[in-house]
């Protein structure tokens, strides 16, 4: 560091004084006096008031204006020119918004600005501009700062020096928690949600009775936080315990909603209640930002109808939607499920911030009142010292009259006769002589005897008072249960809006679950042009349906529009379609190709709905191949799943279900060989080449089928009959898996297939 230049003698520029110092400490010096300036004078609130200086200054400006509840309005433009002109020398902007805050009764659980005008609303609009808006303060806020004129707190200078303001608020409304608080200061933050003055002077009563007791026990109280827009707050008391006692988590709320029965089996949702803080308007665009992008496919719209209470009304797509489901879904997609982090960062009586549990709050809030109590005690037993001293004095004057008129009348300095003669006081004489005529009918000495024994009285309390603590603490509960009348849950403002009812985390609902259920025929052409009719239309009659020319059936089957439709590629490879997005059965269809990245040229060996617990017998016409479960081989892209693996010139050809009663397997080979063994010498894969089933000379397989050898194997007999054949006596077919086999049983069909 370069030493410093001192200025030359006589010299006013501020140049000549010029220190060079590294730049990091003059950084580091400078940054950190604009943190502490934040942290203590701007972004945390006082444990005592629960306010932020511009807070604090706001309702002192509006109590020097006498903006008392039962007075009339007065311009917000006032206040806030008043405020920033002689306590808070800051942008007028920020004020008001402070201002603005402290009225809204969706953001103060407990407001301390009653406004009259536009204070913006939950829709998250703002506020009129100060000249339109009128104010005045609330019943709360005067239990606030109830005590300032009784000596309670210190008073400091303002900025300028011209006037004086409170350090703190000595009133015993629970601020910090009944209102809550949140600011970002720097390297720290402050996040707290209001909580009932009910059961918070609940908890501070079981403190004092119970100092020692443990965190847990205020749980008994303090059922969870209690805002001002309502809700559900659905975490588990173990979770909710744990937030208080270490004053770190959060707390996961979710909006009140109830099923509106409309008639006929028609209803609606109709949410009643919303999370805090969040903005109503931005909600509904949510909601409807997810009906346009069919991102929900069981929602069908949604609508405000809110007056001067909330009314979101959320319709489904049809009577036969779950409401939970539906709901669930939402909560998982929007802010109708959010959480509140808490984080109890507050200034302390020394002005130091921590995070502190439930208890350590209350603990240190109610040392507050105590002293509080104490120095409002100490303030009136000084007043009633005064008032005694006064009271002795027109005693004396009383019952010396005469000759205190004569004094008066004939001495020309009265004042040290009447001290020597009486012995009174310096007050006690200037009080006699400052006495007006009009006052001499009141010196009655039964009424200043009267209002000297009650003056006595009353200090005889305050001195039991201040020298007993336990007197002390006895005098707070019972200051404590009359804050409790005026707040308790059977009036309007201190009933618990915020349910608290636990409820799982809101899962993730299958696609299938949001998808109305509707049966529906799946048609696909041999050219690969899918479609799906409403209904279960007769299978037979799939021939009859309309098809381009040279074009005709390949595959049609009945489903449900809540299923998975498995379409197998003769390379091996599994594409997945959605049974309720293919296309409506009015016209040909849409190729299939345009939905899944099915390269041409390629065939399609089979088309079948996906069964949850289904199996499929899938075969190369290698004669390798295994069994796979449905539901193993759903592919979440277009371009598929590869489940089986056909080696260098072989093809996927067979791809069939395996009722649940099926126990054998029967092959064909184009050589015309059958073989016959049991279903469980196949080995159930999730993707692979299998092993071999049938072995070959030459050609390779034509078909496999599974089958219950009790109930014998059957076959197609071809033609028009439609007539089956069934051989119930296969032991010359019955071999070990991957053997050569005979010749099939007479009357097989010349195609080598089963039909």
Not at 33 to 47: C, G, M
Not at 59 to 87: C, E, F, H, N
Request: charged share 30%.
């Amino acid at each position: 560091m370069a030493d410093v230049i001192d200025p030359p003698a006589g010299s006013d520029d501020p140049f000549d004084s010029i220190v060079d110092a590294p730049f990091d400490a003059a950084l580091s010096e400078r940054y950190l006096v604009y943190a502490l300036s934040t942290i203590t004078a701007r972004s945390l609130p006082d444990l005592r008031d629960g306010l932020k200086p511009v807070h604090r200054r706001l309702l002192w400006a509006m109590r020097q204006l006498k903006l008392d509840p039962t007075g009339g309005y007065k311009k917000s433009a006032r206040v806030v020119g008043d405020v920033i002109g002689k306590y808070h020398p800051h942008g007028d902007a920020s004020v008001y918004d402070a201002m603005v805050r402290l009225a809204q009764s969706f953001s103060l659980r407990y407001p301390l600005v009653d406004g009259q005008g536009n204070f913006g609303n939950i829709d998250g609009d703002n506020a009129a501009a100060y000249r339109y808006t009128e104010a005045r303060m609330t019943p709360a806020a005067i239990e606030l700062m109830a005590g300032l004129d009784d000596g309670t707190v210190d008073y400091r200078p303002t900025y300028n020096g011209e006037d004086e303001e409170p350090e703190i608020f000595p009133g015993l409304f629970p601020n910090l928690l009944a209102n809550g608080a949140s600011g970002i200061a720097v390297g720290m933050a402050t996040s707290i949600p209001p909580q009932n003055v009910a059961e918070v002077i609940d908890a501070a009563v079981h403190v004092i009775d119970n100092p020692k007791c443990e965190p847990i026990e205020l749980m008994e109280f303090v059922k969870g936080p209690d805002f001002p827009t309502g809700g559900q707050l659905v975490d588990s008391p173990a979770a909710i315990a744990e937030a208080y006692a270490t004053g770190r988590g959060s707390f996961r709320v979710r909006a009140r909603w109830s099923v509106e029965d409309l008639g006929r089996g028609t209803w609606v949702i109709v949410v009643t209640e919303i999370p805090y803080q969040v903005q109503k308007g931005k909600l509904i665009e949510a909601i409807a930002q997810i009906v346009n992008d069919k991102k929900l496919p069981i929602l069908a719209d949604v609508r405000d109808e809110s007056a001067e209470e909330i009314r979101l009304v959320i319709e489904p797509r049809s009577r036969t939607v779950d409401p939970d489901v539906l709901m669930e879904s939402l909560f998982r997609m929007t802010d109708l499920e959010n959480k509140f982090p808490l984080n109890l960062n507050v200034l302390g009586a020394d002005r130091t911030p921590r995070v502190m549990g439930l208890k350590s709050v209350l603990v240190a809030w109610l040392d507050h009142q105590i002293e509080v109590l104490i120095r409002r005690s100490q303030h009136r037993l000084g007043k009633i010292d005064d008032r005694l001293e006064l009271l002795d004095g027109y005693l004396i004057a009383y019952l010396n009259l005469d000759r205190v008129i004569e004094i008066i009348r004939t001495e020309d300095e009265p004042k040290p006769v009447m001290m020597a003669e009486f012995g009174l006081t310096d007050r006690q004489a200037e009080a006699i002589l400052n006495m007006r005529l009009r006052s001499l009918r009141r010196l009655e000495e039964m009424e200043l005897k009267g209002e000297r024994d009650k003056l006595m009285a009353e200090r005889e309390g305050l001195v039991a008072l201040l020298d007993s603590p336990a007197k002390q603490k006895t005098r707070l509960k019972k200051d404590l249960a009359a804050l409790r009348t005026r707040y308790g849950p059977e009036t309007p403002i201190g009933r618990r809006r915020t349910l608290v009812e636990e409820a799982a985390p809101a899962r993730e609902i299958p696609l299938e679950a949001m998808i109305e259920r509707e049966p529906i025929t799946v048609i696909m052409s041999q050219r690969g042009w899918v479609r799906a009719m409403k209904g279960h239309v007769a299978l037979d009659a799939a021939d009859a349906l309309k098809f381009k020319e040279g074009d005709g059936a390949a595959f049609a089957f009945h489903a449900q529009t809540t299923d998975k439709i498995l379409l197998a590629a003769e390379d091996g490879r599994f594409f997945t379609l959605g049974a309720d997005k293919l296309p409506g059965g009015r016209g040909f269809g849409e190729p299939v190709r345009l939905m899944i990245d099915l390269p041409d040229g390629l065939a399609i060996v089979n088309l079948l709905p996906a069964r949850a617990e289904e199996r499929l017998l899938l075969a190369a016409n290698d004669g390798k191949g295994f069994v796979v479960k449905s539901s193993e081989i759903i592919a979440e892209t277009r371009k598929g799943r590869q489940v089986v693996n056909v080696r260098a010139g072989a093809k996927l050809a067979v791809v069939r279900p395996i009722s649940a009663d099926h126990d054998y397997v029967a092959a064909v080979g184009d050589n015309r060989k059958l073989v016959v063994f049991p279903l469980n010498e196949l080995p159930e894969m999730g993707r692979g080449q299998g092993v071999t089933i049938q072995k070959y000379k030459d050609g390779g397989l034509s078909d496999v089928v599974t089958f219950k050898l009790e109930d014998g194997l059957s076959w197609a007999m071809g033609g028009d009959t439609g007539r089956t054949r069934t051989e119930t006596d296969l032991t010359p077919w019955r071999v070990a898996r991957g053997a050569a086999g005979r010749m099939p049983p007479l009357g097989f069909p010349r195609d080598n297939t089963f039909g």
